[in-house]
């Protein structure tokens, strides 16, 4: 139980265009999931706290119109990298949420990585 | 707020050696504490994780860490290493609050020699 995946788990685009990435939870549901970044050789740093039903809030120094996250349904939440650029070129991790009452534990989709050309 | 450090970088070790990766973590409150293993390209496998209870932790793969309070500390141990294990090892530390967040260290390179 408790997996989360991702889509896609690659993507190239050109300098200025969108893309959109998919996190799902598959066999359970989440209010709250979380976005990460990871560049190479780095650890994960924390973009954004994804909210079902509300907007999502940003840790700092992250672009929230650059990165919008929509969390429409209790199992999945979208990254949408607008004007993407090479510099947003990264590894993009998700995760979501197990409730339980005070219990906290996140669980961890795959990964996508974004090159930006 | 929590922070965790986790002082090695990188730690080279001879196969069926045994390994310590060290992992500090800061915090005012209760915490949950965990190990991840990532593998070049791939996404975070959990190894093992401290919520409350026995503070020796067994996980899979053969590590097994032991929470320190006092120490403020979640090493992770493997008393004998598989070329297989060499990978990018993060320790992460949650607390009970209403974030849920995460917070994790730079990690640990493990590289296994043959």
């Known amino acids: 139980g408790a997996v989360v995946s991702q889509h896609p788990s690659w993507v190239i685009c050109k300098s200025g265009t969108s893309v959109k990435i998919e996190c799902r939870s598959l066999d359970f549901q989440a209010t709250t999931m979380f976005w990460y970044r990871q560049f190479p050789k780095q650890s994960l740093m924390l973009m954004a706290t994804?909210?079902?039903?509300?907007?999502?809030?940003?840790e700092q120094g992250v672009e929230k119109d650059k990165f919008l996250i929509n969390h429409a349904s209790l199992t999945l939440s979208t990254l949408t990298v607008t004007s993407a650029h090479p510099e947003d070129s990264s590894f993009y991790i998700c995760s979501a949420r197990v409730e339980a009452g005070a219990y906290n534990e996140q669980f961890f989709g795959p990964g996508t990585r974004l090159t930006v050309l | 707020a929590q922070s965790v450090t986790q002082l090695d970088s990188q730690v080279p070790v001879f196969e069926e050696a045994p390994v310590e990766l060290r992992c500090n973590y800061s915090?005012?409150?209760?915490?949950?504490l965990f190990w991840y293993v990532q593998y070049p390209n791939q996404g975070l496998q959990l190894l093992l994780k401290?919520?409350?209870?026995?503070?020796l932790v067994k996980g899979i793969n053969g590590f097994e860490a032991e929470f320190n309070k006092s120490q403020t500390s979640f090493h992770l141990r493997k008393p004998s290493v598989h070329i297989s294990d060499t990978a990018e090892y993060f320790c992460a530390v949650s607390d009970l609050s209403g974030t849920y967040k995460y917070i994790f260290g730079t990690g640990t390179r493990l590289k296994v020699l043959a």
């Open positions: 994804s909210n079902e039903g509300s907007k999502a809030t940003y």
């Open positions: 915090s005012s409150v209760s915490v949950y």
């Open positions: 401290y919520l409350s209870g026995s503070t």
